[in-house]
């Protein structure tokens, strides 16, 4: 491999040395390797390390190929072996010297592997296969020294491990508040600012927490919780329209949500939510009378410690209606205005069966949270059990009876009541 003299800057932190600099994709695919032995003599821990790196890396290949817009944060690449020779600059610049600027001379005989990005590395290097007109393309890197001794290994695990344990993953208020690639992401920005139910201090503004402050009398939902049912909408949406046999799954979801579609496919979204959403807020009659109300205080009146409210104005319920709506209409080939007519007439009120205890505490008057995902099961059974698989029946008798602390004999009695 043929030298060559990489311009950089260098600098200090602890007892570190490193450099900053860029690597176009051709040097990430020619000269950054996979980790092999640098952090463990154990051949089974390296082979753990190598089991880490997922087929993620494709995604980021895709992501690559088809985001005209990719970017990437700084690599941490570790070296050893070979010769790298530092060549520092004097710079003189408004009276001042500066001598952290210069050339780092790579012979190409090192050995350097990602302490931080592999799976980046990886998909940069699948990127360029599929595409070699990506060869010029630059990406930051940091670049530290490493040594294949004890003390070396040591000192670069513990880097490694830092790096990768204090990582912290976007939350999801960021990813509604920045992200241009997610659809619902993208979507939810937008009704904000032009949909009824979502403005005028309708939705909870806090980006840190799914829940809604006990004081806040005003908002209908949070805005993550929001997100998060558009979200569900999304995946029938899409399954709706690609006549998928079942709903897509969540990390086929996932993969949709990290390209940015065309604006044709946003744009139609953007009308399946704003239909769903108006029927909605024209069928349940909690969500008219919340809409029409010209008090100070108009979610009051539907959540409330008093008597519970009604399910729909709990964050942790919302979505689990939501789901319930969207999959009695996938699995009954029905329009979405009929079932959501039918859903509106069950019960809502959570301080009544079957809520008690499910969703609400009457003694505490609290919400009750572990039951999240045995509500949609509910609300489906009294919409329809004869949709039910077998397998969630018989979920949602063990789950209910275990819940009203009766005898699993005594459910089925319990449940048809339910729908009478």
């Given at each position: ?146 040594h294949k001794d004890k003390e070396g290994m040591e000192k670069t695990r513990r880097i490694f491990s830092t790096l990768n344990r204090y990582a912290k993953p976007v939350s999801t208020g960021d ?73 897509y799954t969540k990390t086929r979801i996932d993969t949709f949500l990290r390209f940015r579609p065309a604006q044709e496919e946003i744009d139609n979204f953007e009308r399946y939510l704003t239909v769903f959403w108006t029927h909605f807020s024209g069928t349940f009659d909690g ?134």
């Amino acid at each position: 491999m043929n030298s060559v003299n990489i311009p950089a800057i260098r600098g200090v932190i602890g007892d570190m040395v490193f450099y900053t600099t860029t690597f176009t994709f051709t040097q990430i695919s020619e000269r950054v390797k996979k980790i092999d032995d640098e952090l463990h003599t154990s051949k089974s821990l390296n082979e753990q390390l190598q089991r880490a790196l997922t087929s993620n890396f494709q995604s980021i290949s895709d992501y690559i190929i088809t985001q005209k817009e990719h970017f990437f944060n700084s690599l941490v690449l570790a070296i050893y072996d070979g010769d790298p020779e530092w060549n520092e600059m004097e710079v003189n610049f408004k009276g001042e010297d500066y001598y952290s600027m210069g050339f780092l001379k790579l012979n190409g005989e090192e050995k350097i592997f990602p302490v931080d990005g592999q799976h980046r590395v990886e998909g940069i290097k699948d990127a360029l296969i599929r595409n070699p007109e990506l060869k010029d393309e630059s990406i930051s890197v940091i670049l530290i020294g490493h040594h294949k001794d004890k003390e070396g290994m040591e000192k670069t695990r513990r880097i490694f491990s830092t790096l990768n344990r204090y990582a912290k993953p976007v939350s999801t208020g960021d990813i509604i508040a920045l992200d241009e690639d997610d659809t619902v992401a993208i979507v939810t920005r937008k009704l904000l600012e032009s949909f009824p139910l979502f403005m005028n201090e309708r939705i909870s503004d806090d980006k840190k927490t799914k829940a809604i402050a006990e004081k806040d009398m005003k908002s209908f939902t949070s805005l993550i919780k929001l997100y998060e049912t558009n979200r569900e909408i999304y995946k029938y949406y899409t399954s709706f329209r690609d006549r998928t046999k079942r709903p897509y799954t969540k990390t086929r979801i996932d993969t949709f949500l990290r390209f940015r579609p065309a604006q044709e496919e946003i744009d139609n979204f953007e009308r399946y939510l704003t239909v769903f959403w108006t029927h909605f807020s024209g069928t349940f009659d909690g969500m008219k009378e919340y809409l029409a109300s010209n008090e100070e205080i108009p979610a009051a009146k539907f959540r409330n410690r008093e008597v519970g409210g009604l399910l729909y104005f709990r964050p942790i319920a919302l979505p689990q209606l939501v789901i319930s709506i969207l999959e009695s209409c996938f699995r009954k080939n029905k329009p979405l205005s009929e079932c959501m007519s039918d859903y509106s007439k069950l019960e809502m009120c959570i301080s009544k069966e079957p809520w008690k205890n499910v969703l609400w505490d009457a003694t505490n008057r609290t919400m009750i949270m572990k039951n999240a995902t045995m509500v949609h099961l509910l609300l489906m059974y009294m919409y329809d059990d004869s949709i039910l698989k077998k397998t969630e029946l018989e979920s949602l008798k063990s789950r209910y009876a275990k819940v009203l602390e009766i005898d699993l004999s005594e459910i089925d009695d319990k449940l048809r009541s339910l729908r009478s």
